[in-house]
């Protein structure tokens, strides 16, 4: 849990119905709906790294987003934050799989007590100690593994050490070693590149905050197959984020650019015509069409063709036949004045351009002298 959430939660702001702002907050969107009295009494608690649990209110609290709670655990007991309560706590059990002890919830002890927050407070205050000193037992062991988190359990009896490893890993001796110098229960749980962006954060190459620290919790696989969709070069370095993988974003838009060309034709194979023969170049998905270059000739001779006239022409390829045209007259290219979208402005706003020295008031002097009887401009 971040010191940014305690404090808040300490000053009272997080005691509402809304809950607070945080990368683990479910926005409740029925909290201002009056339905019939929920029997469920089931509530979803959020800790530390994107680590969310269910645990059952036994004892009929009157808890509200954003209280400390203190809850049952193996052992001893956890203090959470309670991010969501009601009917939508089942649409959640649907996604995220709650913990079970015999079949049963485990359950919510009670609001956390100042002593209870004091304690946590402590055991957060040690994880990053307790992270510099367990990697160099890492290194010491020689596992090649990275310990990139600690996460203590609100009673100081049980820590989770998050690591980052390619190949698989005997942590046993590690285990053993964490234990006798911490004297806690350890429990090592790995995680991926991704979380650990989460964890670290930055800034994206969009100039926002990256979205696995903001709000990104379920991490989706991505693949090249998500750039050529979206006609995007397949440059690794441009692709990949600040995990070294391929970034999350390349899936937001992937939907609505399969969507679109669910009927576009094939592009492999070129276009036949009596005038020549024309090859793909690119594809304007939005605008449904594709640029066509004829074979030997430069990319800036590119001609911008419907993909209905593509399937035309395509089907006549098939059966022998070569349009006369590539493009019908209705489907003529604009005048190039209107295709030109591109401007050379070099020069016109250079960043010297307020040292060169003003020669408008030597005209007006000059001008002047070849004739005195000229009135000046208002």
């Not at 009596?274 to 594709?290: M, Q, R, V, W």
Request: some cysteine; overall charge positive.
């Amino acid at each position: 849990m971040h010191e940014k959430d305690i404090d808040t939660i300490e000053r009272g702001v997080c005691r509402t119905k809304s809950g607070c702002c945080a990368k683990l907050h479910v926005t409740n969107w029925l909290s201002d709906i009056k339905l019939p009295r929920y029997v469920n009494n089931i509530v979803e608690v959020r800790f530390k790294n994107t680590r969310k649990d269910y645990y059952q209110n036994v004892n009929n609290l009157n808890l509200l987003a954003g209280d400390l709670v203190a809850v049952e655990s193996s052992p001893g007991h956890d203090i959470g934050i309670v991010s969501l309560m009601g009917p939508l706590v089942e649409e959640q059990m649907k996604k995220h799989k709650p913990t079970l002890i015999n079949g049963e919830f485990r359950k919510v002890y009670r609001i956390a007590k100042q002593n209870d927050i004091d304690k946590w407070k402590e055991a957060i205050s040690l994880e990053h100690q307790t992270m510099i000193r367990s990697r160099q037992m890492t290194a010491d062991l020689k596992l090649n593994m990275k310990i990139g988190d600690v996460e203590y359990q609100g009673d100081r009896t049980k820590a989770i050490f998050y690591y980052i490893a390619d190949d698989r890993v005997d942590f046993r001796q590690l285990i053993k070693v964490l234990a006798e110098n911490f004297h806690i229960r350890v429990e090592m749980k790995q995680i991926g590149a991704r979380q650990e962006a989460g964890r670290i954060g930055g800034i994206g190459p969009c100039g926002r905050e990256i979205c696995c620290s903001t709000w990104i919790h379920n991490f989706i696989s991505v693949s090249t197959n998500a750039a050529r969709y979206q006609e995007i070069s397949l440059n690794p370095q441009k692709l990949a984020g600040q995990c070294g993988k391929l970034k999350c974003c390349l899936n937001f838009e992937l939907a609505s650019y399969i969507d679109a060309q669910k009927n576009f034709p094939a592009t492999q194979y070129p276009l036949e015509t009596e005038t020549g023969t024309y090859i793909f170049l690119k594809a304007d998905i939005f605008n449904a069409s594709y640029l066509y270059i004829l074979q030997g000739n430069t990319p800036s001779t590119q001609i911008t063709v419907p993909v209905k006239r593509v399937a035309e022409i395509q089907q006549l390829n098939k059966k022998g036949k070569k349009p006369e045209r590539l493009l019908l007259r209705d489907d003529s290219p604009a005048p190039a004045k209107e295709l030109d979208t591109f401007h050379n402005v070099v020069g016109q706003e250079e960043l010297t351009r307020f040292d060169k020295p003003n020669n408008a008031k030597r005209k007006k002097k000059r001008n002047f002298q070849r004739n005195p009887n000229r009135k000046p401009n208002a």
